[in-house]
C-alpha cells in the first residue's frame, strides 16, 4: 500500500531538509504504531525516505529497516536540484543494497510544480479537484515516476549501486521494462546469459534481420560466452530506450576490445523486446552489417 499525498510532503520542505526528514520519520513512526510494515504478512506498507539529508535518510533507513521495512520508498523527481541517482545520495543507496530491499516509486507531488510555477510568473498548487480532472497534471506526475527512472541510470546510480531493485507503481510507470532491461545489460556485460534468462518467457523467439530466422531466445542468448572470449571489457551502452504497444524498443552499443586484433568494438544494434505478462516473449534484433568485420570473423 502505497502513499501518494503524504510523499508530497517532501517536495514541499525542499527549503527544509530537518523538516522533511522529521515529516517522513513522523509518519513513518505513524504506520510502525497503526499496523507495522507487514501487516499479517499480508498488507505491506513502506516507510517514506526524504533525501534531502543524506544523513538523516541514512539514519532512518537504518531505524525502519530494524523496525521490519520489506521495501522503502522514495519522492520520484530531482531532490534539491539533483537527480535520485547523484553521487550524494549514495550512502542512502550503499546502505539500502547492503540490506538487499527493494526501492518503490510512487505518482506524487515531485518539484515540478515550482517550475511549472516559475514559468507561469505565479503560484501553481495542485488542489484535489486539479487532481482528479486536470490530465496535464497527471502527466505531471506521470514524469516524476518515469524520469525518476531514467535518471538513476543515466546519473550512474544502476551502475554503481546495481543492488536495490526499483519498483515503480502508478501512472506512466514501466518499471518491468526497466527491469528487463538491465538483465539485459546485465547479460551482456557478464557475458551469460544468467541475467537475462529469468526475463524469458517459456518458447521466447529471438528474430535477427541478417538471416531472418527465428531462434530459441535461451539459446541465443547462451552464446554469449563466447562473445566474451572473443571481446574484453564488454558493455553494452543502452542510448535510448522507448516504450512501444506491447513492449520497448532499444538503440543500443555494443563496446569493447576485440581479442585477435585489439581493435575498438562499437557494434549498433536495435532491438524491439515484445513483453506479456512481464516476460520478453520475441525479440527482433536488427545487427550492425559491420559487427562481424569488426570481430575479425567474416567471410
Known amino acids: 500500500m502505497l502513499p501518494t499525498s503524504g510523499l508530497g510532503w517532501d517536495s514541499e520542505m525542499e527549503d527544509d531538509p530537518a523538516l522533511a526528514a522529521a515529516t517522513m520519520r513522523a509518519y513513518n513512526r505513524w504506520i510502525e504504531d497503526d499496523w507495522g510494515y507487514a501487516h499479517e504478512g499480508r498488507l505491506f506498507a513502506p516507510p517514506c525516505i526524504s533525501l534531502l539529508d543524506v544523513d538523516a535518510a541514512v539514519t532512518e533507513v537504518d531505524r525502519v529497516l530494524s523496525a521490519g521495512a520489506r521495501m522503502v520508498l522514495v519522492r520520484t523527481g530531482p531532490h534539491a536540484g539533483r537527480s535520485p ?18 526501492v518503490g516509486l510512487h505518482v506524487s507531488t ?47 546510480r544502476v ?23 538491465q538483465g539485459l545489460v546485465e547479460a551482456f556485460e557478464a557475458g551469460d546469459a544468467g541475467p537475462i534468462l529469468p526475463h524469458l518467457a517459456p518458447g521466447a523467439l529471438t528474430w535477427h534481420n541478417h538471416d531472418n530466422l527465428d531462434m530459441d531466445s535461451a539459446e541465443g542468448f547462451a552464446s554469449l560466452a563466447i562473445l566474451r572470449a572473443m571481446v574484453d571489457g564488454l558493455k553494452l551502452d543502452v542510448e535510448e530506450q522507448l516504450a512501444i504497444p506491447g513492449g520497448v524498443a ?38 550492425d552489417p559491420t559487427f562481424a568485420d569488426q570481430l575479425g570473423v567474416s567471410g
Not at 139 to 153: I, M
Request: include cysteine.
Open 250 to 287: 532499444l538503440r543500443v552499443v555494443l563496446r569493447g576490445t576485440v581479442k585477435a586484433n585489439g581493435n575498438e568494438l562499437a557494434g549498433r544494434n536495435c532491438l524491439f523486446l515484445r513483453i506479456a505478462d512481464g516476460k520478453i516473449t520475441r525479440i527482433e534484433e536488427y545487427v
Open 159 to 181: 551502475a554503481r549501486w546495481p543492488h536495490p531493485r526499483q519498483l515503480g507503481e502508478g501512472i506512466g510507470a514501466d518499471m518491468t521494462a526497466d527491469a528487463i532491461v
Open 85 to 102: 541517482g547523484h553521487p550524494t545520495f549514495d550512502p542512502v543507496w550503499a546502505r539500502i543494497a547492503e540490506a538487499k530491499v527493494p
Open 110 to 156: 515531485s518539484g515540478y510544480e515550482r517550475e511549472l510555477s516559475r514559468w507561469a510568473c505565479r503560484p501553481i498548487r495542485l488542489g484535489r479537484g486539479q487532481r482528479a480532472v486536470a490530465p496535464f497534471f497527471v502527466a505531471l506526475w506521470s514524469l516524476g515516476d518515469h524520469n525518476a527512472t531514467k535518471n538513476a541510470r543515466s546519473a550512474g
